[in-house]
């Protein structure tokens, strides 16, 4: 099965872009590249998706379609929660 993640956050957001190639990087090595769908959002030009999820701030992460983390998690939050997904 196929594991979705969206990290949803503005452009131009440095704090953004350096956690994202770190989390990307943890989400391989847990799912595996062949089991990982990583997809960036760009709040501006997604918005009204970003409403839907719950996203009151940035950077936000979704997994399959559910908000998991409203805040930029550390890597160690990050594999914790994606562990029970490897098995799947």
Do not use: H
């Not at 956050?9 to 990307?24: D, N, T, V």
């Not at 769908?37 to 997604?46: D, T």
């Amino acid at each position: 099965m196929k594991v979705k993640i969206e990290v949803i956050a503005a452009p131009g957001c440095r704090k953004c872009a350096g956690a994202q190639s770190e989390l990307r990087a943890v989400a391989a090595s847990v799912l595996g590249e062949d089991r990982l769908v990583w997809r960036e959002v760009n709040v501006l030009e997604e918005f009204d998706y970003a409403v839907a999820l719950g996203v009151l701030s940035m950077p936000a992460i979704a997994v399959n379609g559910e908000l998991k983390f409203s805040s930029l998690p550390t890597p160690e939050q990050f594999r914790t929660l994606l562990s029970p997904l490897a098995s799947c």
